[in-house]
Nanobody
């Protein structure tokens, strides 16, 4: 399983951005996928997660709740992170992660910078 994250960029506070995590080697339908982020000097933290590509069971961190949405397109084998009302504190490198059995797979990260 390989993950390729994309969609990051420089935006202003209040803007929206959609990140993509393209998965190769396996369908996204039957294992958990999550988005993490890491800001300079901070530990990597979970932002949102879904139990499977159907997104019927999801987790949102306190900071993401109400602003971010995770979704999946099984046909495209892609997981999305829609981020609205972005804040400067959302500035970070965003990573997608898949857990297949006892193995973890990470994407390479995509950088999001939110200016005030």
């Amino acid at each position: 399983v390989q993950l390729q994250a994309s969609g990051g960029g420089l935006v202003q506070a209040g803007d929206s951005l959609r990140l993509s995590c393209a998965v190769s080697g396996r369908t996204i339908r039957d294992y958990p996928i999550a988005w993490f982020r890491q800001s300079p000097g901070k530990e990597r933290e979970a932002v949102v997660a879904m139990r499977s590509g159907t997104a019927t069971s999801t987790y949102y961190s306190k900071s993401a709740r109400g602003r971010f949405t995770i979704s999946g397109d099984n046909a495209k084998r892609t997981v999305y992170l829609q981020m609205n009302s972005l804040k400067p504190e959302d500035t970070a490198v965003y990573y997608c992660k898949a857990v297949v059995g006892s193995s973890e797979f990470w994407g390479q990260g995509t950088e999001v910078t939110v200016s005030s």
